[in-house]
């Protein structure tokens, strides 16, 4: 059972912006330590971003300055803002806790053209 569900993926052209949003049901969400990951076609996947239930944030040396994770404690959701979208970021991304101790859902495909 996945207990969250990502969205907000899509096609965008390289130097565009996504805003991806994770959901659950429940409090979960705001008990925890969440993160964004990502998983590049033929690539392991790797942390991106992670955010404290107090909303202290860390990032990915790779997207540090571009990206900006967020949540909604109240709306149970937490959020990954993509600016700046490079071609090499096209990947499945995933949020789960940090570190993951979820299962993995399908996630949202983000794909930048060049």
């Known amino acids: 059972q996945v207990p969250v569900v990502e969205s907000g993926g899509g096609l965008v052209q390289a130097g565009g912006s996504l805003r991806l949003s994770c959901a659950a049901s429940?409090?979960?969400?705001?008990?925890?330590?969440m993160g964004w990951y990502r998983q590049a076609p033929g690539k392991q996947r790797e942390w991106v971003a992670v955010?404290?239930?107090?909303?202290?944030?860390n990032y990915a040396d790779s997207v540090k300055g571009r990206f900006t994770i967020s949540r909604d404690n109240a709306e149970n959701t937490v959020y990954l803002q993509m600016n700046s979208l490079e071609p090499e970021e096209t990947a499945v991304y995933y949020c789960n806790t940090c570190p993951s101790k979820w299962n993995w859902g399908p996630g949202t495909q983000v794909t930048v053209s060049s």
């Open positions: 429940g409090s979960i969400i705001s008990a925890n330590l």
């Open positions: 955010i404290t239930s107090h909303g202290t944030t």
